[in-house]
């Protein structure tokens, strides 16, 4: 009885052994079988089919794939069938041809057909379909088309990476087979394109006139999918004589399985890339030294390669081995083999002591010369050479310091002339929480560095009041600095004050003044930068005219008027602007109005030959009273808005010399028209063609009372301004022609008679405004002892 326990014991035991041992897995087994790194498939697993290699992660039968054999180890299962000599591999139903470790996997397909009988009736069809659920059609191996003279190839089936599916084809047709050649182009051959990420396949061959017209030399279509290596290597009739197919008939075509022709397929591991992989815990099947590759157009999963100088049988059993490129001289590029050096994955080239070089072809190792000492004389001649450039060099350095002190100096006695001392006081006093945050005191470092040291690309405004230039702050801020002319001494306390002024301004359409730099001889100021460009410019400028609406052209007019009532009225300093023309008026990229170049800028200068001539300001748009008794007064403002408001309804330029004599002036040629009723002449069409005739009307009375020739008559700006705002809040109505208001005999007299002459002093360039188109010129006429 115990005798056969122990028996019935060693038979148990032998049981469970042989199950472990023959787990799916091979947990066991793996762990300790020995193999060596050139097996291509798992330890005890076939590596053949036939004369096919299988390499892991595929494998033949459950034991020897990669994968669960119920879940993912599916598409890796190959079967092999033995009942033929030779054997050949399966994948499914499919015959397998090549499998490769770099991602090709190649099967067998058959063609499809479509023959026709003498009379043309359809004698037999068919369809050809393959499928492999897993991985890719290849676009860059295969090649898809039809051969025919009366053919269509018809392609369709599902993609990886989408729901859809696709659909492509192509036609060919030929009229006989004298000029057919072996190139698929379209005559007797075409080919069609597959969308990357294809996993099964259906070819279809068709007929548009079932060969009733070729059927003496071309009784069938036909439709393939094949790889491209074999039209590039075998030269068999099929394959690259079309003359032949096409004389082909049904009893060539009927055996499908003789004609089943090799097309190339993707594979990868898995369905994730390898971070996917990685970060849901799944353990990359890349052994050390590898690679993982997941750039695999309309392709899921990812494959294993050797890392560059490495190499290895198979990457997802083994580790890849370090190439030993020094032992085979056409691996690497040393001069000679015992210059070569291996290192992990690569190699390096160094020449022996006493050698100079790296050792390679093309830089290949030279002795070092012995050292020759040199004759005393030659070293006495070095030596007092050397002296006297270390002489040199240290007087270079005493003098360059000696220049930036001197350059220090001068600078410190700019900002003294230029009112810096007058400024720091402000600063410096009680109300320093209000003015700091409001003024800034650039240095002329930070400048030089804003602007390139004021290169020429960076000038973006000339003119009679200086120069400007855009600059860019540390901040990544875009400002727009002004260099004017030199400021006379005794007006410097009134330059200060207007800069304090001017930059505690809190208006929407005010250009803000950001700061100053006094370090100069001609002070630098600091404006804010507007993007957009002038009044001037979108005025006279065709290819900016576009959306510049009447309504557009009102707003600007009522925003204008409403910074110079602020200026003229409400600040605790009030500020006459001086020289109001649309080319001082910028525009946002919204178009809204920013004012720019008034106050400090304009102070008059200390130039000898310029201090008797105080009246300043562009031609076209100067007051004509300032211009008589010298008297600057908030009405001057008024009038060069007049003449702003013209150019916004007639879009015509203040001063043009190219006009006729009496019709240079646009306030004098506005006025006459006005008198004699004949404002559509001058009128800009394009908006009297939007039907704002009584708003136009109403705009220019308005100009007209601006233009009064006293200017006592002349309304103030905050009467413009609101009139300007009930305006904008008209319905527009029809012309009424006989409401023109006619003009006083006293201006028509004056303004209808000579026009004054202007002294060219710009370029077209003044102050603040950024555009080239601009005539404006700067007035210099009675001498004055104050001119304002």
């Known amino acids: 009885m115990l005798k056969g326990e122990f028996g019935w014991g060693i038979s148990l035991f032998l049981i469970v052994v042989a199950t472990l041992l023959s787990s799916p897995h091979q947990t066991i087994g793996q762990e300790v079988a020995s193999f060596t790194d050139s097996q291509i498939a798992l330890p005890g697993c076939p590596d053949k089919c036939g004369d096919v290699d299988i390499p892991y992660p595929f494998g033949i039968g459950d034991k020897c794939h990669y994968g669960n054999p119920l879940t993912e180890g599916i598409f890796y299962n190959i079967t092999c069938n033995d009942t033929t000599v030779p054997s050949f591999p399966t994948y499914g139903a499919t015959k397998v041809v090549l499998i490769t470790l770099d991602g090709e996997f190649r099967v067998s397909n058959s063609i499809a057909y479509l023959c026709f009988d003498i009379t043309g009736t359809k004698f037999n069809h068919l369809k050809s379909w393959i499928s492999v659920t897993r991985f890719a059609l290849s676009t860059t ?21 989408s729901t859809g599916g696709f659909l492509s084809g192509c036609i060919t047709g030929c009229s006989n087979q004298s000029y057919i050649s072996n190139k698929c182009e379209g005559i007797g051959c075409c080919l069609a394109s597959i969308p990357d990420g294809v996993t099964n396949i259906t070819l279809e061959a068709g007929s548009m006139l079932n060969h009733k017209y070729v059927l003496g030399y071309n009784p069938c279509s036909v439709a393939f999918v094949m790889a491209k290596d074999q039209l590039q290597q075998n030269h068999s009739e099929m394959l690259f004589s079309i003359q032949s197919i096409l004389k082909k008939d049904v009893s060539y075509f009927k055996d499908a399985n003789e004609l089943l022709y090799p097309m190339v397929y993707n594979w990868s591991i898995g369905t994730k890339d390898c971070k996917s992989a990685q970060a849901a815990g799944e353990p990359l099947l890349c052994k050390g030294n590898t690679v993982c590759v997941d750039d695999l157009p309309g392709q899921w999963g990812y494959r294993c390669e050797c890392k560059l ?12 081995q370090d190439i030993n490129e020094c032992a085979d001289n056409g691996l690497h590029n040393c001069e000679k083999q015992e210059y070569c050096h291996s290192t992990p994955g690569s190699y390096r080239c160094q020449c022996p002591q006493s050698f100079n070089g790296n050792g390679t072809k093309e830089s290949p190792c030279v002795r070092i010369q012995k050292k020759v ?59 320093v929480s209000s003015l700091g945050s409001m003024v800034r005191m650039f240095t002329f470092e930070q400048l030089q560095k804003a602007t390139d040291n004021y290169s020429d690309s960076s000038i973006i405004g000339r003119g009679g009041f200086g120069m400007v230039f855009k600059g860019l702050l540390p901040n990544n801020q875009v400002v727009a600095i002004k260099r004017s002319i030199k400021v006379d001494s005794t007006q410097v306390e009134q330059f200060i004050n207007e800069v304090v002024a001017l930059s505690q301004i809190n208006n929407k359409n005010v250009v803000k003044l950001l700061g100053c730099c006094l370090e100069t001889e001609v002070p630098l100021l600091v404006y804010e930068f507007i993007s957009n460009g002038t009044l001037h410019d979108h005025l006279h400028d065709e290819e900016k005219l576009f959306s510049f609406t009447w309504d557009v052209r009102l707003r600007i007019a009522a925003e204008v008027a409403e910074v110079l009532a602020y200026l003229h009225t409400t600040i605790s300093i009030p500020i006459i602007h001086r020289d109001i023309k649309s080319a001082n008026i910028l525009l946002d990229d919204k178009c809204v109005a920013k ?14 030959e310029q201090l008797g001539t105080m009246v300043q300001g562009t031609c076209g748009y100067l007051d004509p009273e300032y211009m008589q008794t010298g008297e600057l007064t908030d009405k001057s403002d008024v009038y060069s808005f007049g003449v702003v408001l013209v150019e916004l309804i007639t879009r015509k330029k203040a001063m043009s010399y190219a006009n006729p004599e009496n019709e240079r002036c646009l306030a004098v040629c506005f006025l006459r028209k006005f008198k004699e009723d004949r404002l559509f002449e001058i009128f800009d069409e394009k908006i009297v063609s939007n039907g704002a005739i009584e708003q136009l009307k109403e705009v220019a009375n308005l100009a007209r009372r601006c233009l009064k020739l006293k200017g006592e008559d002349r309304p103030t700006m905050k009467e413009v301004a609101r ?28 303004l209808l008679g000579e026009a004054h002459d202007c002294i060219n002093n710009g370029y077209g360039y003044d102050g603040m405004s950024y555009s080239s188109s601009s005539q404006s010129r700067v007035v210099h006429l009675v001498p004055l002892e104050d001119g304002r």
């Open 373 to 431: 000492l040199l004759p005393l004389e030659s070293i006495i001649i070095l030596g007092v050479g050397g002296g006297v450039i270390a002489f040199l060099l240290v007087g270079f350095w005493f003098h360059w310091q000696h220049g930036n002190k001197e350059i220090q100096k001068l600078r410190e006695k700019c900002f003294q002339q230029n009112g810096g001392h007058i400024l720091q006081q402000k600063l410096s006093g009680r109300d």
């Open 309 to 320: 100088g490495f190499t290895g049988i198979n990457p997802y059993l083994h580790d890849c």
């Open 141 to 161: 191996q295969n090649i898809a088309g039809a051969i025919g003279c009366d053919t269509t190839g018809l392609f369709s089936g599902t993609m990886m990476n």
């Open 595 to 608: 004012v720019a170049d008034f106050g400090a800028s304009k102070l008059a200068p200390v130039d000898r």
């Open 723 to 750: 009139e300007l705002e009930r305006i904008r809040c008209m319905t527009t109505h029809p012309w009424l022609s006989n409401n023109s208001v006619p003009l006083q005999n006293e201006e028509s007299k004056y």
